[in-house]
């Protein structure tokens, strides 16, 4: 397909991303300005809020200030009071991301990935530029820098990364096509494969035992809830309004919960701790979900790690099958070579380091502010449990990987063995097959 081509899609691809994303923040203020106000509030701040909702679910730090009157109303003192505000409601960062992964993908098949993905990440840079300069507000400030170049980060990062996964898994007739073969030759590229499959399940494990773990507080725990939301003395639409928010935080939560069953936990203000070891909690805002935190916590809670390393284990056996598949294919594979050390030793360790580092990520970006003082520090620490991860992980795909061959790896191998050869293509760049 032309380039110019796929960079327009790429383009309107990262518009749309950026409208409904502009929409899904526009409409419920819509909605609460009508119904709470009587169409009697000003409609001139509608926007301005909208996009600084929109910039804060793209990781745009955003500074507040609320006006002295308000201050004296809720009791906390006589003076304006200024206080950041970066923990971000990651609901719409991670809309983004499935959706700028997908386009580079769709780039990356066409033939031009590198290209859908900067164009893309150019446009998404444009529209957060022209978003800023139209949403001026005096309670909300952001960085006019920060404002353009994190939601543009949000959309390039993982519009880049599915480009380079769809090329690689496809083929581009370029750079990743070389790099490829140059590994392939050396019995390398399948390692690459198997590494970057198990990195996929360890992180999808990752998510969905912390969204097990959300899910199984808020139930035990549904009835602290459900008074936190009476104590709030909130309206229907208030109380509409407050759920959509916690919603949007849903994925931050995610990422508090899968913190909490790997081991080092999170905080909730600064000093607390909120671990599986321990416990530690000081005054805590009065948001419903937060309710779902226990004030203690069983060490017996620590097993509840294995489940990464039982994620692990099914990393480990992905990993494994995709290298089985590579070796056997390739022209010099026999049943006694079909599994050598060092390409398993390769995705171990890709497997090990792109876990932690994605993990790493998750926890940069589900942590922040929300509010002064000892609110200032909400989140998991990203060195620690990217550490934990890891570590868990890695025992678990060691244990799939160098284990005994099981009776269908070995039937699989015997296979592979007795297929016809052909020892004079083997070094041919063109008759290399791709694993996918």
């Known amino acids: 397909m032309n380039r ?9 691809d990262a518009l749309v991303a950026v409208g409904v994303g502009l929409a899904a923040a526009l409409a419920p203020l819509t909605v609460l300005w009508a119904v709470a106000f009587d169409g009697g509030a000003d409609w ?4 301005p809020a909208a996009v600084r909702l929109w910039q804060a679910g793209n990781l745009v730090p955003l500074d507040l200030t609320l006006p002295a009157e308000y201050a004296a109303a809720t009791g906390m003192g006589t003076a304006d009071i200024a206080f950041p505000l970066s923990l971000a409601p990651l609901a719409f960062a991670a ?6 992964a997908r386009s580079g993908g769709r780039a990356a098949g066409a033939g031009a990935g590198l290209t859908g993905a900067a164009a893309g990440t150019l446009t998404v840079a444009a529209l957060a530029g022209v978003a800023a300069a139209t949403a001026q507000s ?4 952001v960085a ?19 480009a380079l996964a769809r090329a690689w898994r496809d083929g581009d007739d370029g750079p990743v096509d070389a790099l490829f073969v140059r590994l392939d030759r050396r019995g390398y590229a399948a390692a690459v494969t198997a590494a970057g499959r198990a990195t996929g399940i360890g992180v999808a494990a990752f998510v969905a035992v912390g969204a097990l773990v959300l899910a199984v507080a808020v139930f035990a725990r549904g009835g602290d809830v459900v008074a936190l939301y009476q104590a709030s003395n909130v309206d229907a639409l208030g109380a509409a309004a407050l759920t959509l928010g916690q919603l949007a935080y849903l994925p931050t939560l995610v990422v508090w919960a899968a913190s909490f069953a790997a081991g080092p936990g999170f905080e909730l203000g600064a000093g607390s701790t909120v671990a599986a070891s321990g416990t530690q909690l000081g005054v805590v805002p009065g948001i419903p979900v937060l309710a779902a935190v226990p004030p203690q916590t069983p060490p017996a809670l ?5 489940l990464f390393v039982a994620a692990g284990v099914l990393a480990g056996l992905a990993a494994r099958r995709a290298l089985a598949a590579g070796v056997s294919r390739r022209p010099a594979a026999s049943a006694e070579a079909a599994e050598p050390v060092g390409p398993r030793l390769a995705a171990l360790g890709g497997t090990v380091v792109a876990s932690g580092a994605a ?13 002064p003082g000892r609110l200032a520090a909400f989140g998991p620490e990203p060195g620690p449990l990217a550490l934990a991860f890891a570590v868990q992980i890695g025992i678990g795909a060691a244990i799939a990987l160098f284990g005994p061959r099981t009776s269908g790896q070995q039937r699989a191998a015997a296979q592979a063995d007795d297929r016809p050869r052909d020892g004079g293509r083997a070094d041919e760049a063109e008759d290399l097959p791709r694993v996918e």
């Not at 809309?95 to 700028?100: E, I, L, Q, T, W």
């Open 302 to 306: 620590l097993l509840v790690a294995l």
């Open 359 to 371: 993990v790493a990520i998750l926890a940069v970006v589900a942590s922040g502010a929300f509010g």
């Open 44 to 47: 001139g701040a509608l926007w």
């Open 144 to 162: 006019p820098w920060q404002a353009i170049l994190l939601p543009a980060l949000v959309f390039g990062v993982p519009a880049l990364g599915g």
């Open 138 to 141: 005096p309670i909300a400030t």
């Open 4 to 12: 110019l081509l796929v960079a327009l899609l790429a383009a309107f």
């Open 95 to 100: 809309g983004a991301a499935v959706f700028a």
